[in-house]
Nanobody, 123 residues
Framework: QLQASGGGLVPTGGSLRLSCAVSGRTFNSYPLGWFRQAPGTEREFVAAIGRGGGNAIYADSVKGRFTISRDNAKSTVTLRMNSLKPEDTATYYC??????????????????WGQGTLVTVSS
C-alpha cells in the first residue's frame, strides 16, 4: 500500500516535497515512481527510482528541477520539487512496479498506486 502526502499551494518558483509511505515487507524490493495528472489530461510519468536507490530517471519537463529519492529503512520515497511552474499543477501519484531490474516510465507497468496528492502552482 502507498500513501502520498505533501501537496499544497505554492507560488511560481516555489518548492515542495512530496512523500510516499510504503507499507508491506516486499515493497522495498521494487522500483517506485511518481506520476502526475492534470484535469482533462492523461497520467504522465514524472520520475522513478530503482529498488536500491539508483537508476533514477526523470521526465524531460522536470529534469534539473525535481529529485527523487528513497529510504528503504523508513519505507518512503520522496520527490523534491524546486522551481515550480504553473504547468506542474496536477495531482501527483506514487506507484510501484513489479519490474524489478529497471525503472519503467509507462503507467501501465505500475500495478499499485497511492491515492494522490494535489499540487497547485499559482502564477
Amino acid at each position: 500500500q502507498l500513501q502520498a502526502s505533501g501537496g499544497g499551494l505554492v507560488p511560481t518558483g516555489g518548492s515542495l516535497r512530496l512523500s510516499c509511505a510504503v507499507s508491506g515487507r516486499t515493497f522495498n524490493s521494487y522500483p517506485l515512481g511518481w506520476f502526475r495528472q492534470a484535469p482533462g489530461t492523461e497520467r504522465e510519468f514524472v520520475a522513478a527510482i530503482g529498488r536500491g536507490g539508483g537508476n533514477a530517471i526523470y521526465a524531460d519537463s522536470v529534469k534539473g528541477r525535481f529529485t527523487i529519492s528513497r529510504d528503504n529503512a523508513k519505507s518512503t520515497v520522496t520527490l523534491r520539487m524546486n522551481s515550480l511552474k504553473p504547468e506542474d499543477t496536477a495531482t501527483y501519484y506514487c506507484a510501484r512496479t513489479r519490474i524489478q531490474y529497471t525503472t519503467p516510465t509507462a503507467p501501465r507497468l505500475y500495478d499499485i498506486w497511492g491515492q494522490g496528492t494535489l499540487v497547485t502552482v499559482s502564477s
